[in-house]
Structures are given as structure tokens and as C-alpha cells.
Nanobody, 124 residues
Framework: QVQLVESGGGLVQAGGSLRLSCAASGRTISTYAMAWFRQAPGKEREFVAAVSWTGRATNYVDSVKGRFTISRDDRKKMAYLQMSSLKAEDTAVYYC?????????????????WGQGTQVTVSS
């Protein structure tokens, strides 16, 4: 089992920045991709960003490219999502997830373990 705990969410004005953190415990994360998904009220959970097991490959949904950066630190068993130039439409609960594979997939069904989520609210 892998336990994932997100932190760093909060209320921020449009144009501001937040850094989300994901702390992992239990089984390894170092040989698997890590990702962030988000779910806004009344909408389905959507892919935001993923990083490969090596950290050298990343994948982003078009709407966050150039604004968000995903990273990982396997020595600390952490994953991060740096979010800049935030927009009201970024408001959602953000979830950290560990994949079943090493590549940075955007497919929800490739992810085996999920955190409980952290709320990000962007005021316009």
C-alpha cells in the first residue's frame, strides 16, 4: 500500500502562485510515475500533470502548460506541483496519484493510489 497526503492548497487571487506538495509513505514511488489530477464542482476528475519515474519526462494538460510545473524528490518521497499565473478556472480539489507504470500517463486508470485531495480556490 501507498499512502499519499497532499498539502499546500488554499485561497489565492488570480495571477498568484501556490505550491502543492504530496507526501508518500508505505511502498516505493521511485519506479512509478506520479501525477496530479483535479476535480471542480460538478465536473469529472481531470488530468493536470505527470512526471515519469526518472523525473526526466513530464506531461501536462494544455490548459496549464507554461504555468504549472510538476517535480519529484524520491529521496524525500515527495511530489510537487508549482502553480503560477493562477486563474479562476483552476479552482478545484487537487489530487496526487501514483501510477502503475513509469511513463507520465494522462490516463486516470493508470493510477493505482490516490490522496484525499487539497482544495485550491482562485478568486477573480
Amino acid at each position: 500500500q501507498v499512502q499519499l497526503v497532499e498539502s499546500g492548497g488554499g485561497l489565492v487571487q488570480a495571477g498568484g502562485s501556490l505550491r502543492l506538495s504530496c507526501a508518500a509513505s508505505g511502498r516505493t514511488i521511485s519506479t512509478y510515475a506520479m501525477a496530479w489530477f483535479r476535480q471542480a464542482p460538478g465536473k469529472e476528475r481531470e488530468f493536470v500533470a505527470a512526471v515519469s519515474w526518472t523525473g526526466r519526462a513530464t506531461n501536462y494538460v494544455d490548459s496549464v502548460k507554461g504555468r504549472f510545473t510538476i517535480s519529484r524528490d524520491d529521496r524525500k518521497k515527495m511530489a510537487y506541483l508549482q502553480m503560477s499565473s493562477l486563474k479562476a478556472e483552476d479552482t478545484a480539489v487537487y489530487y496526487c496519484a501514483r501510477s502503475r507504470v513509469g511513463s507520465p500517463s494522462d490516463n486516470y486508470f493508470d493510477y493505482e493510489y490516490w490522496g484525499q485531495g487539497t482544495q485550491v480556490t482562485v478568486s477573480s
